[in-house]
């Protein structure tokens, strides 16, 4: 469980130490607490989650093998190096081996991997390595489509930037990779 209180004392001796305080900028009273609130309760939620769990809840065994596709899932994933959020959307391919996962799942496993301190590119494998690890997909991919902050506000500043990463997992399937395009 996280230390929330601790968390906001860390939030307001950084923002000190960079020479801003509430005494000077009273903009920042409460700041450590919203801080600490919006990691320790959301942007970092994923690690309270299973993925195991997530697809063996909403599992049903099914003769099914064509290929499911959902797109426009709205991810955000928190950089490592930079602490800063990358948004966009994610594409989830599998196809089925047995089971049928809920739609929701998917969206699920997708905020499990995603609402963590992690690469975009390890999380896009994640929820492909997900798909036949724990529904026994024969295969899988994911695509992330993300606009990355530690590329837009620092650095070049690259305005309008996009990542895009693709994993697949599995056995080789050519329409899959199509789909993720």
């Not at 903009?27 to 970092?44: I, P, Q, S, W």
């Not at 739609?103 to 499990?112: D, H, I, K, S």
């Not at 301190?117 to 896009?124: D, G, K, N, R, S």
């Not at 994640?126 to 530690?150: I, N, R, T």
Request: hydrophobic share 45%; with cysteine; glycine share 10%.
């Amino acid at each position: 469980m996280p230390d929330l209180d601790r968390a906001a004392r860390a939030i307001e001796e950084f923002l000190d130490a960079l020479g801003h305080t509430p005494e000077s900028e009273p903009e920042l009273a409460g700041t450590g607490a919203r801080v600490a609130e919006a990691f320790g309760e959301d942007l970092l939620d994923g690690y309270r989650m299973d993925p195991a769990e997530i697809l063996a809840e909403t599992c049903a065994t099914t003769g099914r093998t064509e290929l499911v596709v959902v797109r426009g899932i709205a991810i955000t994933v928190t950089c490592p190096h930079h602490l800063l959020p990358s948004t966009g959307t994610a594409t989830v391919a599998y196809r089925p081996n047995g089971k049928l996962a809920g739609l929701g799942a998917l969206g699920r496993l997708v905020q499990c991997r995603g609402r963590r301190l992690a690469l975009q590119e390890t999380v896009a494998q994640q929820v492909a390595d997900d798909l036949v690890e724990h529904l026994g997909a024969a295969s899988a991919g994911c695509a992330l489509d993300l606009s990355p902050m530690c590329m837009i506000a620092r650095g070049g500043r690259q305005v309008g930037a996009r990542a895009l990463s693709v994993a697949l997992a599995g056995a080789e399937d050519e329409s899959l990779r199509q789909a993720l395009r």
